[in-house]
């Protein structure tokens, strides 16, 4: 039999159709690799009894000649999504055993189609952070090493146990989120495609809210045909989330191999930092290559208020949490720390179930939207972030139809190498990617080399608002000439 | 601009985690850090500038006023901490 577990999506579609394997064979052929690789600690919730439940009954239907558009391939889940009756954590003890009698939009969709479910994958806490360091269940391991090194190190967050396990072949593709750069900066992270699709492209029903209005459920994949597969049974209009927009779903994978000639991609000079190592800049002007080889006429461009998406973003984002968060008191769901008052009781519960970066967030929240100190910070951030989008917007006008951006300022870093004296120095991993959730727009992260110790690096394409068929085109284009990246298998 | 202990303590009973006081200057550290960090927004000119509501532009939707769901009263408290009869107890309120 072939190897059931390196193949793309679109090679076990084929597979499954001409039944030269079962969509059992191919979920025992994950469950198993699942089992072999918990020194990574990708996975929180394994699920085989339910993985193959569903296997057999979509095996069923292929037999009939039914099935959908994802019918038998096995996935993983981000715990963040709430599955019905399938415990959901979002990594954090506050929800403690939290077993939804609902599932969300998104995962619907997939069940919908025909998709198996291999279990509940790791993420930082309430995906708050960017190494998946956060999680209460532990810290999550890259399948990439440094060449030659046995150091252990992040696979990205906030969607790191997505990522990891896609890298590591222990799933087909995975459900993630991106709030500041949580799918794709992991997917950068790990030689992995990560898609934030335009806000309001996916329902956010379901999913444990971290920051509301920049929230956004993507895939994570092993190519940009399969993100693009994930990606139409991911989206569409959910009268339940009331900022999902009624829009008709394209055929994203048609938008795979579509020539890109004649496209204006915009290169901004803001993105030049200072420090910035020579083999990100190297490889960006390598992809600015590839796409003009394409036909894609490179122009450079300006997007001024770049360096003030990260403080703005760390106003907005903790304030919407602080506030989200406010519903978690120990009194109808999850963890309850008994207290002599009903007010002590909740204070001794979140006390105890926030881990340290959660508690950091929504403290600062608390403070940008208290009284007298609202309009100093979390009214002046909103305006920057209208400024933000201006910018993009601007260019856009101008006939620019996506940005060429490094997808990360660095490769993956050791465990427990960053953020420990310093919360800023972690955040500032995201630099490159927040910009896209403040303005609302989709971006994708596409693999395109390897720094010189041999760990992955990816390059951003920021798109035109519902546009993502563009990137797929575009992600295709610099997969092609880059090539795609496995790790090599150490655990 | 940046916090004092007074106020990490006040910002702690706003959010509703019970801070011990031993772990207030570590506090007070990081979101000092956080502030100083953003300290950088004011150098922006905001004049005239809209704050933003909505970063993708729609028309607020609406729905009928029908009850749509409902009777799932086990499915609520299932994963409550306590509850008697399909009520959520919590420590006394009023005496």
């Known amino acids: 039999m072939t190897d059931l577990i390196s193949m793309t999506i679109a ?5 499954l159709a001409n039944k030269s394997f079962t969509s059992l064979e191919l979920t025992d052929a994950h469950l198993a690799a699942i089992e072999a690789a918990r020194a990574l600690n990708a996975f929180v919730l394994e699920t085989p009894d339910k993985a193959r439940a569903m296997a057999r009954a979509i095996d069923a239907k292929i037999a009939k000649g039914e099935g959908g558009p994802l019918a ?3 996935l993983g889940i981000k715990d963040l999504f709430a599955t019905k009756d399938v415990r959901t954590t979002a990594c954090s003890k506050i929800l403690g055993n939290f077993v939804p009698p609902y599932e969300s939009t998104v995962t619907s969709q997939l069940w919908r189609d025909g998709a198996v479910m291999l279990g509940k994958l790791n993420n930082d806490e309430f995906a708050m952070g960017s190494s998946n360091e956060t999680s209460c269940f532990g810290p999550v391991v890259n399948p990439w090493r440094r060449e030659g090194s046995n150091t252990s190190l992040v696979p990205g967050g906030s969607s790191g146990g997505s990522a990891s396990a896609v890298a590591a072949l222990l799933c087909m593709g995975a459900t993630a989120t991106d709030t500041g750069g949580s799918i794709r900066q992991p997917a950068a992270f790990t030689a992995t495609v990560g898609v934030k699709p335009t806000y309001g492209r996916c329902s956010r029903w379901g999913i444990v809210a971290f920051a509301s209005s920049l929230d956004q459920a993507g895939p994570i994949a092993r190519s940009t045909r399969d993100a693009a597969i994930l990606m139409r049974s991911m989206a569409g209009h959910d009268p339940k989330d009331t900022t999902s927009v009624d829009r008709a779903v394209p055929d994203y994978e048609a938008a795979i191999g579509k020539s890109v000639k004649g496209m204006k991609i915009g290169i901004p000079k803001e993105y030049r930092l200072d420090g910035m190592p020579a083999e990100v800049e190297k490889l960006w002007t ?3 290559a590839w796409l003009k080889a394409a036909g894609a ?6 997007l001024p208020h770049t ?4 403080p703005a973003y760390y106003i907005v984002a903790p304030a919407e949490a602080s506030s989200n968060l406010a ?5 109808r769901y999850g963890l309850r720390v008994p207290g002599r008052s009903i007010g002590e009781m909740y204070e001794n519960t979140r006390a105890e179930g926030f881990g340290d970066e959660v508690r950091r967030r929504v403290m600062i929240g608390t403070y940008v939207l208290s009284a007298g100190y609202y309009d100093a910070y979390y009214l002046r951030a909103q305006k920057v972030r209208t400024l933000i989008k201006k910018d993009f917007e601007d260019c856009f006008a101008k006939g620019v139809n996506a940005i060429l951006t490094p997808a990360t300022p660095s490769a993956a870093f050791g465990i427990g190498e960053k953020g420990g004296a310093d919360p800023v120095e972690m955040y500032l991993n995201d630099i490159f990617t927040v910009t ?6 989709p971006g994708i992260a596409v693999p395109a080399g390897k720094d010189a110790q041999g760990l992955p690096l990816g390059l951003q394409l920021i798109g035109r608002p519902f546009d993502e068929e563009t990137l797929f085109s575009l992600g295709e284009v610099v997969e092609q000439a880059a090539g795609r990246f496995t790790p090599a298998r150490w655990w | 601009m940046s916090v004092d202990a007074a106020t990490v303590r ?3 009973h706003l959010a509703r985690i019970a801070v011990a006081e031993a772990e207030v200057p570590h506090l007070q550290g990081e979101l000092n850090a956080m502030l100083a960090f953003v300290e950088q927004l004011s150098e922006v000119n905001v004049d005239g500038v809209e704050p933003m509501t909505s970063v993708t532009p729609m028309e607020m939707k609406k729905r009928s006023d029908v009850v749509n769901d409902g009777e799932i009263t086990d499915d609520v408290v299932r994963n409550a901490p306590d509850t008697v009869s399909h009520f959520f107890l919590v420590p006394k309120v009023v005496e």
């Open chain 1, 307 to 310: 360096k003030y998406a990260l």
């Open chain 1, 11 to 15: 090679e076990a579609r084929n597979g």
């Open chain 1, 436 to 441: 896209v959730n403040m303005a609302g727009l």
């Open chain 2, 10 to 12: 006040r910002i702690a």
């Open chain 1, 72 to 74: 038998g391939i096995p």
């Open chain 1, 286 to 288: 390598e992809g600015a």
């Open chain 1, 297 to 302: 006429e490179l122009v450079e461009i300006s």
């Open chain 1, 327 to 331: 519903r978690y008191d120990g009194v």
